[in-house]
């Protein structure tokens, strides 16, 4: 304990000196690893092209970010967190309870979620209702609620090709994990028809998470970690097939091939148009107590959102990002700093 | 010698082996080979280690550039005229981006290169866009360059750098996205006519992060310093301390209960793992004390926590290895027990106490973990200052580095990271040089 008790004092001494040094004067962004690149590449323009210093921004997660974001005002508290879901009401209360009472919420644009597997593999076009029967802990088969009995895709549809399940995921602290279970496994349960069956065998509620639950027989592997993980786990198990962001796909063309769903290819323009069924809207949120008090905090929200920047023609575009469509709603909302509606 | 002797002598022998010592001998020579094994194994992989990290990361240390005449103009850059810095300031990088690719343009057609298929996206994105960054800063440091000619000397995109490191081929960018065969013709066409080179690259040592679109210009500049400041903390806090607190615990320190405590509590503060030690920083020192996050202060504080058991055990060891007969001396000749411990057993614990605070800095230079929850796995991109002030800049780590480029999209950034740990590893390598070298000349006063 002595040494603990030693450093604490010393701490204390450093702490003095601590509070003499000069404010922060670089605005501090932490979130999503999703809107991550996004956001480094902000930073970095903005950093080269205006007198600010460069924002240090932080991986971690949506839910680390906002659990972050939440712990206060004051300098050392973040002033930015990126989410690629928006804030739910309890983290609203967090914020509230600590003090941060004015958010704003910005949209930065839509992000693709893909499936893709190995370059040399089979083509895959698939639907909704495949991965729900593929993945799912229990299916509808003849009418019956039967413990998924799938072990290759032609099993589940006669033109899938036969090729072992094994299918890597993101796990539950991913915001894309949200996504994907209700955008690709609820919708497939509903498409499937197994949702109905589901509702009459076990009620309403039970048959809602009965359409969510993953088959746990090591057919689909959750991966905590990033896209390159992902993309790891396929180059060693080449019959797996990947869940990935479009902006990771699309920096990976020369590794993984996409697959179809319901016969749209994705891209920034399907997805646009709205025709690319899987994509979510990714948000960062501003303090908007700190602005006036961090440099540059407003400059960098509204050049984030400027047209040179998350428009159509911009890099973040070039990298991935579907543009938003109602871009100049957001850019008005900025400059207003619009808060969030109690 | 005795192997010698035993060999030499088992042929010409006259002695029988009964079964007993038969029995002895193969076990020995079982044994001597099982020694023998794990030490293959442990070298092979090792030698497996350092081939996959020094084959994807040697690439980091070389860089292609291309060396064109940029036509600053004028009339883009400073349409004021007067050359005043706030004017020039409002061109930003796209604009310089445009000046670039005239450029690139120009010498395309001035040197006469034909490539089929070129298409504009090929062209434009030859030239990486820190290169954009970097003209512009340029011109800012002299505006006097504008409405010259000068030649420049540019980074290429990340995936024609691959190209000539191997990681790119004619058939994986037909497949690609971000470049094409053209785009490699074109290199290759300028390569011919000796205007881009790949060459050694100091950059990779000096230059800070990049964000994903441009890994680059990506670089360990500000890990190092952050490594460095952090090392910093460690040495000046922990040193002391552990050093103080073990010789109290040894020499002067009563034996009774409450040591006993204090010794099993360092023991097993030495086993707590490191992430244990960056949820205690981000209550102590950020939010109990209110030191920014993402400072080297508050990493260098964590580290010197987690440093501290490893230290002190280490001391303590070499303290006790001095025979009692040299303090026991001291105090003959009427030393105090201070003199006797400053004058003679700290002297010759020296090299004990060396050893132990290197391992024990070596080992803090490569954690990452307890670092992630004080905000030192950060993107940051302007380098902190020089200390004292610079310690509450913030900066990043060498193995935060690593992480971090291991997650990027890009696979360019996967020869960054390996990149890093070739730097990490030279690091590690000369500190436990010097220590081993400290010890040797220390040693020798015996």
Redesign the interface.
């Known amino acids: 304990?002595?040494?603990?008790q030693?450093?604490?004092s010393?701490?204390?001494v450093?702490?003095a000196?601590?509070?003499v040094?000069?404010a922060?004067d670089?605005i501090?962004v932490?979130g999503s690893?999703t809107v991550?690149?996004y956001?480094?590449?902000v930073?970095?323009?903005f950093?080269?092209?205006t007198?600010f210093?460069?924002p240090?921004?932080?991986?971690?997660g949506s839910s680390a970010g906002l659990k972050k974001f939440c712990?206060g005002v004051g300098?050392?508290t973040?002033d930015i967190a990126n989410s690629s879901r928006p804030i739910k009401d309890s983290e609203k209360e967090a914020c509230k309870a600590a003090g941060v009472t004015d958010i704003m919420e910005v949209r930065i644009g839509y992000d693709g979620i893909v499936f893709a597997s190995d370059?040399a593999g089979n083509d895959f076009q698939f639907t909704a209702a495949d991965w729900f029967n593929a993945l799912a802990a229990e299916v509808v088969k003849d009418g019956k609620v039967v413990a998924n009995p799938y072990t290759k895709w032609s099993e589940i549809r006669a033109d899938l090709p036969e090729q072992e399940i094994l299918a890597f995921v993101p796990g539950t602290k991913h915001g894309t994990r949200e996504v994907f279970e209700e955008k690709v496994i609820a919708a497939g349960c509903k498409e499937s028809g197994a949702a109905e069956v589901f509702a009459k065998e076990k009620g309403e509620e039970d048959g809602e998470s009965a359409c969510m639950a993953l088959r746990t027989d090591g057919k689909s592997v959750d991966i905590d970690?990033?896209?390159?993980e992902t993309l790891a786990r396929i180059q060693s198990a080449k019959n797996g097939i990947g869940v990935f962001g479009l902006?990771?796909y699309?920096?990976?063309?020369?590794?993984l091939k996409v697959a179809t769903i319901g016969g749209i290819t994705p891209s920034t323009e399907t997805i646009a148009k709205g025709e690319y069924p899987v994509s979510r809207p990714l948000f960062f949120y501003v303090k908007k107590q700190h602005i006036g008090e961090i440099q540059g905090l407003k400059e960098f929200a509204e050049f984030f959102v400027s047209d040179?920047i998350a428009g159509p023609e911009g890099?973040l575009a070039?990298?991935g990002l579907v543009a938003d469509p109602e871009l100049a709603t957001v850019q008005k909302a900025v400059a207003d700093e619009v808060t969030m509606a109690e | 010698m005795s192997d010698a002797t035993f060999s030499g002598g088992q042929k010409a022998s006259l002695l029988v082996a009964d079964p007993h010592t038969r029995k002895r001998n193969a076990a020995e020579s079982r044994f001597r080979g099982y020694g023998l094994a794990a030490i293959i194994v442990s070298m092979v992989m090792l030698v497996v280690l350092l081939f996959t990290i020094l084959t994807g990361g040697l690439g980091a240390f070389r860089q292609t550039y291309l060396e064109i005449p940029v036509t600053l103009d004028a009339a883009q850059l400073d349409k004021s005229g007067t050359r005043d810095p706030e004017a020039i300031k409002k061109v930003l990088t796209l604009t310089y981006g445009k000046i670039l690719q005239q450029a690139l343009d120009k010498a395309i057609a001035d040197k006469g290169i034909q490539v089929a298929d070129l298409s504009d996206k090929d062209r434009a994105g030859l030239i990486s866009k820190e290169a954009s960054a970097q003209l512009r800063n340029r011109v800012l440091a002299d505006p006097e360059l504008i409405g010259q000619t000068v030649e420049t000397r540019v980074l290429v995109n990340g995936r024609v750098d691959g190209y000539y490191k191997g990681r790119v081929s004619m058939e994986s960018a037909a497949r690609d996205g971000n470049t094409s065969p053209a785009q490699l013709q074109l290199a290759d066409a300028l390569k011919a006519q000796g205007m881009l080179a790949t060459t050694w690259n100091w950059s990779f040592l000096t230059m800070p992060d990049s964000s994903d679109q441009r890994p680059e210009s990506a670089g360990v500049g500000i890990a190092i310093l952050g490594s460095l400041y952090m090392m910093l903390v460690v040495l000046v806090l922990s040193v002391p301390i552990g050093v103080a607190a073990s010789i109290y615990l040894e020499e002067f320190a009563p034996k009774n209960r409450w040591t006993d405590i204090i010794e099993v509590n360092i023991s097993n503060l030495a086993a707590v793992p490191s992430i244990v030690f960056g949820i205690l920083g981000l209550a102590a020192f950020i939010n109990f004390a209110g030191l920014p996050q993402s400072a080297p202060i508050v990493g260098g504080l964590v580290l010197t926590l987690m440093t501290l058991p490893t230290i002190i055990i280490a001391t303590r060891a070499a303290l006790k290895a001095v025979p009692p007969s040299i303090r026991d001396a001291a105090l003959g000749v009427g030393a105090s027990r201070m003199q006797s411990v400053f004058h003679h057993v700290l002297p010759l614990a020296l090299p004990g106490i060396l050893t132990g605070t290197i391992i024990g800095l070596a080992q803090a230079l490569g954690e990452t973990a307890p670092l992630l929850l004080i905000g030192m796995v950060a993107f940051v991109k302007n380098f902190p200052a020089a200390p004292p002030d610079g310690l509450f800049d913030p900066a990043s780590a060498l193995p935060v580095q690593v992480f971090n480029w291991t997650q990027r999209a890009d696979p360019a950034f996967m020869e960054r990271a390996s990149g890093a740990i070739i730097v990490l590893l030279v690091f590690l390598l000369c500190m436990n040089l010097l220590a081993i070298f400290l010890r040797r000349k220390f040693e020798r006063r015996w």
């Open positions: 304990m002595k040494p603990a030693l450093s604490v010393a701490l204390a450093i702490a000196t601590a509070s040094a000069s922060r670089q501090q932490a690893s991550l690149p956001s480094t590449i930073a970095e323009a950093g080269e092209n007198d210093p460069t240090v921004v932080e991986s971690g712990e300098e050392n973040i370059i970690g990033d896209y390159t902006s990771f699309e920096n990976n063309t020369d590794k040179e890099p070039a990298y």
